[in-house]
């Protein structure tokens, strides 16, 4: 029966160890869906995200500590580039929300409504400031709480010190003063790039914690202005962390925080080394990534210049273009208008011309009528003096024997007066006249 036993385990040893074996496939189920807590960096970031992200998953892993159970936040100052790992987990920050709260109290002595010696609960403003921020007092915290309006107040308006959006809060940050790692990170960026506008806060970090968390491996080279935070909750749950702006040559900003972690003093402290020595890498860069970024900076504005440059073209041509078309509608309109006046004044002449024919006609029959009345009478007037010349001969032809010409009539046809007899040659008038015959002709007297 043993030797069965150990020989049924022997087999199960070998299945487990065995590639296709269902523990083995779950190894790599668990890789192959391994979460990048990276943040990534700018496309022109100095920083080099797999650099960073390989040192400290490198750390972590000789630790043995679960990368969910810490974050990191990281600021090389000269450039104002920052990266994190797994900067978007929310821990209960402890005592490093003093830094914020603190530098709320620090910005109104920076806008004169209080001083350094402005007394607060029988305690000047200066002494405060040093029990909160290098002594970590929790009692003197409390009261500055209330002194700015509760916890809600102030923890509002420090809002203002990161530059996260509204949607990015947790509740649990106005709810139970929780933070993340990118908060808290660009707090201490706040307060290192505009150190004036919140007096004497980096003076009472500088002195805060003397040989322990950055400071117990960096202390000797560095000047470092450090707030740490430490508190466990009622379930059990252990926060440490600690933040700091450690004076390289080209100052730093780190923050770790950590959530049940062993020897996390120690491990902060060396993440620190990692990342101070990751900054002195980085300065011999910078210069000529500096050079870099001006090259970029100078071809980008070339770049800008020269779409300028087309754009102004375009819209010059743009401009030429409906400029073109506007002539050319101006002259296709004053053609049309050309045009429409030749066409009037072109029925107008038709319409002249029209009258003129009218009066030409109405002329040529007025004309007409006027000849043919002047030929008419003019004919009227020749019948007569035929009718006379005739009666002159017939008068003649009688008082020579004849006999009247056939077709003379003396009488007036037309209704005229008689025509006076013509008168006997060498008589005179009134003497010596024949008898008038029925037909009214004289009958000459012999």
Known sequence: MGKTFRLLAILLLCAMLLPGSPAYAADADTDSEKVNLSSGVEEDSILDDTVLTSKVESFLKEWDIDPEQISVGYCYTATGDSWYYNGEEWFYPASMYKVPLMMLVAEKEYNGEITRD????????????????????????????????????????????????????????????????????????????EKERFPNVIECLLAAEPGEYYKSTLEDKYEIAQKYGSFQDSRGEWFNHCSAIIYTPNPCIVTVMTSNVTKYETIIAKLGDILVDYTLQLDTQLESHKQQLEEAAAEEQRLQEEAAAEAQRQLEEQQRLEEEQQRQLEEQQAAEAKAQRRKEIVGYVLKGAAALAVLAVAVLVVRAAVISKRKKAEREKQRRMAQRSRRRENEEYLRGGGRPVPGDDTRNRSGDEAAAPPRQVGREPGKNRGARNRGGKYTPRH
Not at 131 to 140: Q, Y
Not at 168 to 192: A, G, H, I, R, S
């Open 118 to 193: 402005t007394e607060i609960h029988g305690e000047k403003l200066s002494r405060i400031e040093e029990l909160i921020l290098t002594h970590s007092n929790n009692d003197w915290a409390h009261i500055i709480r209330d002194y700015m309006g509760g916890d809600d107040v102030w923890r509002e308006d420090a809002k203002k010190f990161a530059q996260l959006k509204e949607e990015d809060y947790d509740p649990d940050y106005l709810d139970y003063c929780y933070f993340n790692n990118m908060y808290m990170t660009q707090v201490m960026e706040t307060l290192y790039f």
